[in-house]
Structure formats: C-alpha cells, structure tokens
C-alpha cells in the first residue's frame, strides 16, 4: 500500500494554469504507475493522464490533450499534473492514484490506491 497526498488545487481564471502535486509515502513509490484522476458534479470519476513507473510512457486523455502535463520525481515520492489553458469545464476533484499495473492506471476505475482529493474550480 502507498498513501498518496495531493496539493495545489485552487481556484483559477479561464486560460489560467495550476500546478497539482501527489506526495507517496514509502520506499517503493518507483513501483508503481501514477495517474491523475478526476470528478466533476454529478460525473463518474475518469482518467486524466497517467504515467509509468519512470516516466518512459505517459497516456492522456482526449480533454487533457496537448493542455496538461504529468510528470514524476521518483527522488521526492512525486507526480505531478501541469495544466495550462484551463476551462471551466476542467472544474473537479482532481485525484492522485497509484497501481503496479501502468494498464490498469491508464484504463480507469480499478486502481488499488487513492488520494483523497484536491479541488481545481476554474471560473469564466
């Protein structure tokens, strides 16, 4: 098990940009694939990027395409989201997530770890 701590939500102007970060605990953070999730009101919860075990292969989302970023440190237990050229409609909890399997990050709902989530409110 990994505990996974996000930060860096906020509220942000349209076309703005935020930086989330997820701290892991423990020694074997390099063991597990990362990925960025989110919720909107009233949505099922769905995969924003994700990233491999050292960062070789990344997957992202059609919405996140070309706008957000991630990335890890596995020196600082840290994967991080860039996003740029926000939309109202990016507004969410934002979710940190981990799973051995990088199939299983980047293809949805089964991830074994979560964090408990930050909120990313864009306004118009």
């Known amino acids: 098990q990994v505990q996974l701590v996000e930060s860096g939500g906020g509220l942000v102007q349209a076309g703005g940009s935020l930086r989330l970060s997820c701290a892991a605990s423990?020694?074997?953070?390099?063991?597990?694939?990362m990925g960025w999730f989110r919720q909107a009101p009233g949505k099922e919860r769905e995969v924003v990027a994700a990233?491999?075990?050292?960062?070789?292969?990344?997957f992202y989302a059609e919405p996140a395409k070309s706008r957000f970023t991630i990335s890890r440190d596995n020196a600082k237990n840290t994967v991080y989201l860039q996003m740029n050229s926000l939309k109202p409609e990016d507004t969410a909890v934002y979710y940190c997530?981990?799973?051995?399997?990088?199939?299983?990050?980047?293809?949805?709902?089964?991830?074994?770890?979560w964090g408990q989530g930050t909120q990313v409110t864009v306004s118009s």
């Open positions: 423990g020694r074997t953070f390099s063991s597990y694939a």
């Open positions: 990233i491999s075990r050292f960062g070789s292969t990344t």
């Open positions: 997530a981990a799973d051995r399997n990088y199939g299983v990050v980047a293809g949805g709902n089964k991830v074994n770890n």
